[in-house]
T-cell receptor, first 115, second 114 residues
Framework: NAGVTQTPKFRVLKTGQSMTLLCAQD?????MYWYRQDPGMGLRLIHY???????AKGEVPDGYNVSRLKKQNFLLGLESAAPSQTSVYFC??????????????FGDGTRLSIL | AQKITQTQPGMFVQEKEAVTLDCTYD???????LFWYKQPSSGEMIFLIY??????QNATEGRYSLNFQKARKSANLVISASQLGDSAMYFC???????????FGKGTRLHILP
């Protein structure tokens, strides 16, 4: 019963470094999402994917790239990390639309600090 | 304009009392879904309850119920007989029928006092 697994759970980067956050789900979900959570801001959507090989921008996509080469994996990349990207990152997945009643299943989050 | 508004940044409630967490939403789509999630201090996001725009009755799940007032565009979460373990951040979210995204509100931090 793994559900949605995020790797790593914690990471500290220096400004300008790059890294990739991995999200893996074993529920055969079509839709996957990356959010960031900042104090007082709630969850803001960075990028999402509605199926293998597809990606789309969310509310705050700048500074991030994503890839969905395999259905079960959704990668979030930071090419040149900035202190403003210090945040907790959540990955989520859900079944397909058009059913609006599909809740999202979340990973446990990745706490990322950029120095 | 914000799609989801949660006007209570924080609330303090005595244990065993009922709690109402406010959520208003904005959409012109006749088909939409509303969700509530709980985020305890451990950080995980836990799905609590769902309400569809076409549902005739208010959703209930155990101690959770959703006070859905469509004309007012509000979807308040009601927790009956609150417990210390209910202390957490609560998020209201919406998915519109024509959209792939789920949009979250900024959350309400609930503190249950012994």
């Amino acid at each position: 019963n793994a559900g949605v697994t995020q790797t790593p759970k914690f990471r500290v980067l220096k400004t300008g470094q790059s890294m990739t956050l991995l999200c893996a789900q074993d529920m055969n979900h079509e839709y996957m999402y990356w959010y960031r959570q900042d104090p007082g801001m709630g969850l803001r959507l960075i990028h999402y994917s509605v199926g293998e090989g597809t990606t789309a921008k969310g509310e705050v996509p700048d500074g991030y790239n994503v890839s969905r080469l395999k259905k079960q994996n959704f990668l979030l990349g930071l090419e040149s990390a900035a202190p403003s990207q210090t945040s907790v990152y959540f990955c989520a997945s859900s079944r397909t639309l058009p059913r609006v009643d599909q809740p999202q299943h979340f990973g446990d989050g990745t706490r990322l600090s950029i120095l | 304009a914000q799609k989801i508004t949660q006007t209570q940044p924080g609330m303090f409630v005595q244990e065993k009392e009922a709690v109402t967490l406010d959520c208003t939403y904005d959409t012109s789509d006749p088909s939409y879904g509303l969700f509530w999630y709980k985020q305890p201090s451990s950080g995980e996001m836990i799905f609590l309850i769902y309400q569809g725009s076409y549902d005739q009755q208010n959703a209930t799940e155990g101690r959770y119920s959703l006070n859905f007032q469509k004309a007012r565009k509000s979807a308040n979460l009601v927790i009956s007989a609150s417990q210390l373990g209910d202390s957490a951040m609560y998020f209201c979210a919406m998915r519109e029928g024509r959209d792939d995204k789920i949009i979250f509100g900024k959350g309400t931090r609930l503190h249950i006092l012994p």
